[in-house]
């Protein structure tokens, strides 16, 4: 496909367990982002990748949650000790150009902490 | 005061009326994004505008960056336009979003 994949579509975790959610951006595109989406309120800005180099986490909401992306491709978001505040859908979006405003957007995570 | 502000909240209309759905943002900005998001969807970029007018089939998204405002049009609306239109606007490579308009469509 040619699009921004993102897996598991949807994931359940007890509180404490760790969890890892995936980006596949589409080829070549250099920038990866990623948000949080909380249900009725619009995405919020969690950190940017320009190709390996995470150049803004300020977004991530705290030490539980770490992101990387080794390769300048493929990217995952990991949460440790999920807590409930933590059920949110997890956008990943895509774009060509550094700093670019051409975002490509994943389906989503929806992560649901019980 | 949000830097971003859509209106309305919520919109009911029946299948064939025009509709409108503003957006207004305090901010300075390169491009301004109306993206649309299904229930239980992901989000679907549909415009991406630094000034004029884009059209795209019965989608018609203008913007005016004077007066630092934009409108999405959907003109002989349908049922399957039901979604959560979202407003959003470049600031560096970050987005500034808006809250959203849902939008449901009657047959």
């Known amino acids: 496909g040619a699009g921004v994949s993102q897996s598991p579509r949807y994931k359940v975790a007890k509180r404490g367990q760790d969890v890892a959610l995936r980006c596949d951006p589409i080829s070549g595109h250099v920038s990866l982002f990623w948000y949080q989406q909380a249900l009725g309120q619009g995405p919020e800005f969690l950190t940017y990748f320009q190709n390996e180099a995470q150049l803004d986490k300020s977004g991530l909401p705290s030490d539980r949650f770490f992101a990387e992306r080794p390769e300048g491709s493929v990217s995952t978001l990991k949460i440790q000790r999920t807590q409930q505040e933590d059920s949110a859908v997890y956008l990943c979006a895509s774009s060509p150009r550094g700093g670019s405003y051409e975002q490509y957007f994943g389906p989503g995570t929806r992560l649901t902490v019980t | 005061k949000n830097e971003v502000e859509q209106s309305p909240q919520n919109l009911t209309a029946q299948e064939g009326e025009f509709i409108t759905i503003n957006c207004s943002y305090s901010v300075g900005i390169s491009a301004l994004h109306w993206l649309q998001q299904h229930p239980g969807g992901g989000i679907v970029s549909l415009f991406m505008?630094?000034?004029?007018?884009k059209k795209h089939g019965r989608l018609i998204a203008t913007i005016n960056i004077q007066e630092k405002h934009s409108s999405l049009h959907i003109t002989a609306s349908h049922p399957r336009d039901s979604a959560v239109y979202i407003c959003?606007?470049?600031?560096?490579?970050?987005?500034?979003w808006g809250a959203g308009t849902k939008l449901i469509i009657k047959p």
């Open positions: 959003a606007v470049g600031a560096n490579y970050q987005l500034i």
């Open positions: 505008l630094s000034s004029g007018k």
